[in-house]
């Protein structure tokens, strides 16, 4: 599999972007996908994961409320769909998959066995 993450860019405090992975592979839609972010200086975090055919999705508490994660098997491509951006959601935003992600699983990095490329997200106040 691989993942090629797009859809970043400069937005003000209050604005929305939508994130989009594609991904190649026959095999994607049996993956879990996820999205992480990594802020200068700090460690990468999750953001949000969706289970293999969508029927779960996970979000960080940070992000509740404001970011939704969807995806498309017919495009191969899952989405996040940032709303009210905060500067603290500035990062560089990775997609990642992984065969077995689930609840106890989808905000590990380790667990991921497919990275995409980041795509950088800047939110000025």
């Known amino acids: 599999v691989q993942l090629q993450a797009s859809g970043g860019g400069l937005v003000q405090a209050g604005g929305s972007l939508r994130l989009s992975c594609a991904a190649s592979?026959?095999?994607?839609?049996?993956?879990?996908m996820g999205w992480f972010r990594q802020a200068p200086g700090e460690e990468r975090e999750s953001v949000a994961a969706?289970?293999?055919?969508?029927?779960?999705?996970y979000y960080a508490d940070s992000v509740k409320g404001r970011f939704t994660i969807s995806g498309d098997n017919a495009k191969n491509t899952v989405y996040l769909q940032m709303n009210s951006l905060k500067p603290e959601d500035t990062g560089v935003y990775y997609c990642?998959?992984?065969?077995?992600?689930?609840?106890?699983?989808?905000?590990?990095?380790?667990?991921?066995?497919?990275w995409g490329k980041g795509t950088l997200v800047t939110v000025s106040s």
């Open positions: 990642a998959a992984d065969r077995w992600l689930d609840g106890s699983t989808w905000y590990r990095a380790d667990r991921m066995d497919y």
């Open positions: 592979g026959r095999t994607f839609s049996t993956y879990g």
């Open positions: 969706i289970s293999w055919g969508g029927g779960s999705t």
